[in-house]
């Protein structure tokens, strides 16, 4: 008999084992990410990290052009002319006296630009120029490969696409320009190979970029065949070895 006010037995161990979790209630360990070709890329519950994107179609960031410096010092003879059919340059004296090797390298390195007045007046003035240029535009081909691989390489769609249209001019604007631009083509035509291939499918819908001519894609093509025809006899191998799908618009 145990005494009165004294205190209770404690549970005998019986020497079993505690009762475990059956497995299923186990606790599953986290997932780590870890990047590809390490030793832990290779361990169990690990999530191996994707490649970085490459950032080809990446548009770049823009910056202060010298046609906007010129331009804001008021060193072109150009002037805004309004009229019923929409906005066009008045030029302030003939442009076949204009001195091409100054002007006509600043108005190409307006290309980058993308605000008005500054865009407006580049591109209407190149195409002005290339119009009335004749024999003075040969001379400088070399002072415009810069300008035209910096708005190439600013990867922006309305920008490349106003740049493409002023090469297939400056190619028809002058005998041997598409000849003289051959040696350039591997500074020009690395962008081209990029978005060769950039179409606007829209299945059975209207593609209204078509008919302003806006499909990166189309003028590229345009343009490549542009360089063909007007290029001489190296002109495909020299765009072959650039662009290895180009398929030649001469030869087939």
Request: net charge positive; proline share 7%.
């Given at each position: ?17 505690p ?11 986290k997932?780590q ?12 519950n690990?999530?191996?990290r ?6 080809a179609f990446?548009?770049r960031p823009?910056?202060?052009?010298a ?17 019923t059919?929409g906005?066009?340059i ?14 006509l390298p ?7 630009e993308?605000?008005f ?10 195409h ?14 070399p ?8 708005a190439?390489n600013?990867r ?13 001019h ?8 598409g000849e003289?631009?051959?040696p ?8 081209f190979?990029?978005?060769?291939n950039v ?11 078509q008919?302003?001519r806006e ?23 020299n ?12 030869l087939?």
């Amino acid at each position: 008999m145990e005494k009165a006010g004294s205190s209770p037995s404690k549970p005998v161990d019986d020497g079993c084992p505690p009762q475990q979790e059956p497995a299923g209630h186990e606790k599953k360990s986290k997932q780590q990410v870890s990047d590809g070709f390490t030793v832990k890329a290779m361990m169990k519950n690990t999530v191996v990290r994707g490649p970085p994107l490459a950032g080809a179609f990446k548009e770049r960031p823009t910056r202060p052009t010298a046609f906007r410096k010129f331009y804001e010092r008021g060193d072109f003879p150009i002037a805004l002319d309004h009229d019923t059919k929409g906005n066009k340059i008045a030029w302030k004296v003939e442009i076949e006296k204009l001195d091409y090797h100054r002007y006509l390298p600043l108005f190409f390195d307006g290309l980058c630009e993308m605000s008005f007045p500054y865009e407006f007046f580049a591109r209407q003035g190149i195409h002005d120029m290339l119009e009335h240029g004749g024999n003075k535009i040969l001379p400088v081909i070399p002072q415009l490969i810069i300008p035209i691989k910096n708005a190439l390489n600013l990867r922006n769609r309305q920008v490349i696409c106003i740049t493409l249209k002023v090469l297939q001019h400056l190619v028809m604007s002058a005998d041997m320009v598409g000849e003289a631009l051959v040696p350039y083509y591997r500074q020009i035509l690395p962008i081209f190979n990029i978005f060769k291939n950039v179409n606007v499918n829209l299945g059975d819908g209207i593609d209204y970029s078509q008919q302003k001519r806006e499909n990166i894609g189309d003028l590229i093509q345009e343009t490549l065949e542009a360089f063909e025809r007007r290029g001489g006899r190296h002109a495909y191998i020299n765009i072959k070895y650039m662009i290895p799908t180009y398929q030649s618009c001469i030869l087939n």
